[in-house]
């Protein structure tokens, strides 16, 4: 889901400052090196687009006001739809890839700026209507707004809002052993692939005892759990997108509508009709 690895942030060489004049807009090093301590940025990107793994100086709470997206870091998975966001903590690598269209909305910010402690582990945030409106209206602001103006009040106003967001999100954790981290990364790319955990560990080189260890011991749940849960999370951008739920369940490995179902609402809360477009 990701592009080659690349450890240096897009746009930006690593430790260095930005040049002076103008810049393009697509040079990152004007958010992650601006004056203010708290900046946001809104990009568009088309369905299907991978932004490559990369680290930030700043930490960044990522968010798509609208869209699907994809995001990993090197244990984790998480499905960003609307309303769902990540706390990204400066120096974690990342990458994201869209499912659908998405309008992205990003604040850098530099925590070395606040008094206030925040998460130093990527986390899912629930955004509020409230934050979803600040984070809008952010992207809006110059770099270059006045440390006592309206700019810097919303902005508190946004991180405290986010500060009070319990975790959430959609997030499947991947663990961080190579074989375990290579059958994960291949269930990624084909939810419906029907291997059991035996012929996985033939494949990654272990054998199912260590694999169904690790599960249990970096990831906290069965194979079988964990593979149930990504294959629904797998299942929502495509009902977004307006996917028959029966073609859905089938191709992921579901022998009835009703066992899909069922599983859906163990995951997510809500069924799949829930899920299509209206």
């Known amino acids: 889901m990701c592009s080659a690895p690349s450890h240096a942030a897009p746009g930006a060489a690593p430790g260095r400052?930005?040049?002076?004049?103008?810049q393009p807009a697509s040079d990152l090093s004007r958010w992650e090196y601006a004056r203010n301590p708290v900046v946001a940025m809104a990009k568009e990107y088309p369905a299907g687009h991978a932004v490559a793994w990369h680290s930030h100086p700043r930490a960044q709470l990522i968010y798509a006001s609208a869209g699907v997206m994809k995001l990993r870091t090197r244990d984790a998975f998480w499905l960003l739809?609307?309303?769902r966001g990540v706390w990204m903590p400066p120096g974690v690598e990342h990458c994201m890839s869209t499912s659908t269209a998405v309008s992205l909305r990003t604040l850098y910010v530099n925590i070395d700026g606040f008094a206030a402690t925040f998460a130093d582990r990527p986390v899912g945030i629930a955004v509020s209507p409230l934050l979803r409106e600040l984070l809008l209206r952010a992207a809006q602001f110059s770099l270059d707004y006045t440390a006592d103006g309206f700019e810097a009040r919303l902005f508190a106003l946004a991180l405290e809002e986010m500060e009070a967001s319990s975790e959430h999100g959609i997030h499947?954790?991947?663990g961080q052993?190579?074989?375990?981290n290579k059958l994960c990364e291949a269930l990624l790319d084909n939810p419906g692939d029907p291997r059991s955990l035996a012929q996985w560990a033939d494949t990654v080189g272990a054998t199912t005892r260590t694999l169904s260890r690790l599960f249990r011991t970096e990831?906290?749940?069965?194979?079988v759990v964990w593979r149930q849960q990504l294959r629904i999370i797998a299942a929502i951008p495509r009902l977004l997108a307006g996917e028959r739920v029966t073609d859905v369940a089938t191709s992921l490995g579901y022998n009835t509508l009703s066992a899909f179902s069922v599983m859906f609402k163990r995951v997510t809360r809500k069924l799949p009709s829930d899920y299509l477009p209206r």
């Open 17 to 22: 400052r930005p040049r002076n004049g103008p």
């Open 219 to 223: 990831v906290g749940m069965s194979f």
């Open 172 to 174: 499947l954790p991947t």
């Open 177 to 180: 052993d190579k074989r375990l």
């Open 81 to 83: 739809p609307a309303m």
